[in-house]
């Protein structure tokens, strides 16, 4: 099981995306937990993520953040603003296995 977070500046505007990237993931047969949070509570829920991706709008947290990633393990990087624009479930999430990949 692949735990994956998202967080954005207050967890609403990506709870989409985490339907569109478990629909992805159900197709490609991949076990996925994926959850959304807002900025404040990104940095408590680390621990339990096997990787962070950050909202376009919070590309100014990525360095903060990052120092609590790098403690935690765990990879972390800015969605595609085009990829969130569109909701693009399969790329956000082709994008976060990746990260765990490496």
Do not use: H
Request: glycine share 8%; hydrophobic share 50%; aromatic share 2%.
């Amino acid at each position: 099981m692949k735990n994956i977070l998202l967080a954005c500046s207050a967890g609403m505007s990506t709870s989409l995306l985490v339907s569109k990237m478990e629909e992805a993931a159900e197709k490609k047969g991949i076990e996925v937990n994926i959850w959304a949070v807002g900025q404040d509570k990104a940095k408590q829920d680390m621990e339990k993520a096997d990787v962070l991706l950050i909202g376009p709008q919070m590309r100014f947290m990525k360095k903060k953040l990052g120092k609590v990633a790098d403690e935690v393990g765990i990879p972390l990087d800015v969605i595609d603003a085009m990829a969130y624009g569109r909701v693009d479930g399969e790329a956000v999430l082709n994008k976060a296995l990746e990260l765990m990949a490496e």
